[in-house]
């Protein structure tokens, strides 16, 4: 292990998994965080690993899908962000959904109680001291701006950018029960995990009306041209792109049904549209609006969202909201290790890099943290977290780079020609035979 003290800057999911398998190796950290000396566009707290776009770690199947084999590689791994992951769970049928507050709370705990890692509260305005030889750039999408130009100085890049947006939250008490009910999906996971609010042929096009008319968030001019992120649409960009996009998207009713006793189940067996609502803190109190990131104004966005059957009365914790994002050409600046080739002393991690989502960003960090610390074997590319990084390092077109959730066409094949559910349990039978063998390895080293 290295004998140097590791920096990482950034105590986002990526940061706080870097800092924690850095520590774990025997190395000593010092995380540096600039909340709550210098706030973000989306953060509320200055707690480590704060969630703000979702509650959602997205599936949680290790055999069939490549998120869930992600979760399972880094928990075989002795991710710090997948333990708090599971202790702060809350039901979202094949998802993994957290508490927000208990998440974020125990990973700040576990971070401050490490007697390898130390935390400093304050913005590093720029690049990082000359004497700071081991550093891990864990920034995220909210980079400042100030750090931000200096590595777009010390490249020569201009940093790619795009929209994220926020979606919002209820109170769960306010949700009409008489109109919505609970159920998953195909009843999958404990079969009730979200709040269902119907909606039939009429009211789904007044809807779609509504979305398409509101009134929205006016970008400056500087940000006009800066593509959105296609797996985070504000949902009045998609009822753009068609009065059907939305009822195949995110309100697709396939898998849902009336109650028995819903008053609409004698005229229809499903509704032609649904909101799903999932559940965002431990308690259930909270509820939020499943794939309903917006750019609507605040008005806009309590006058349009109460058109839902079962949201008339819709009290709001947290409206949507938008911000940038920045992300850096990584298949051109980086090393197979997360190094910068012009200043190899600094290492990137998570959003920062052009992966995308919450797992993937602490996957890098976790892969980052090993590197840092002397651990520079990368995963197999056949793995979750090897083809991940690989995609990000060497593996994407630098000229059309944009953010990628982890999925199988990063993966090489399989072998078998085979297709369907049995070529994705190839894909993840094999990844996680050959990640053991890659920690197995990794052991014997050290």
Known sequence: MTSRIIHIIGAGLAGSEAAWQAAEAGATVVLHEMRPVRKT?????????????????RSDDAEYNAVGLLHEEMRRAGSLIMKCGDAAK??????????????????TKALHEHPNITIERGEIAGLPPEDWENVIIATGPLTS?????????????QNLAFFDA????????????????????YDKGEGKDYINCPMEKDEYYAFIDALIKGEKTEFKEWEKDTPYFEGCLPIEVMAERGVETLRWGPMKSVGLEYPEDHPNRAQFPRPWAVVQLRQDNALGTLYNIVGFQTKLKYGEQTRIFRMIPGLENAEFA???GIHRNTFINSPKLLDATLRLKARPRLRFAGQVTGCEGYVESAAVGLMAGRFAAGLENAPPVTTAMGALLNHITTGANAETFQPMNVNFGLFPPPDEKIKGRDRKKAYTSRALEDFDGWLINLESAA
């Open 41 to 57: 566009q989306a953060h509320q707290t200055d707690k480590c690993a704060e969630l703000v776009c979702s509650n959602s770690f």
């Open 90 to 107: 809350v039901p979202a049928g094949a998802a993994l959904a957290v508490d927000r507050e208990a998440f974020s709370g125990a990973v």
């Open 145 to 157: 701006p100030a750090l931000a130009e200096a590595v777009r100085n010390l490249t020569n890049e």
């Open 166 to 185: 926020i979606a919002p939250i209820v109170h769960a008490d306010s949700i009409d029960m008489s109109k919505a009910w609970f159920q998953s999906r």
């Open 318 to 320: 947290r409206l949507g």
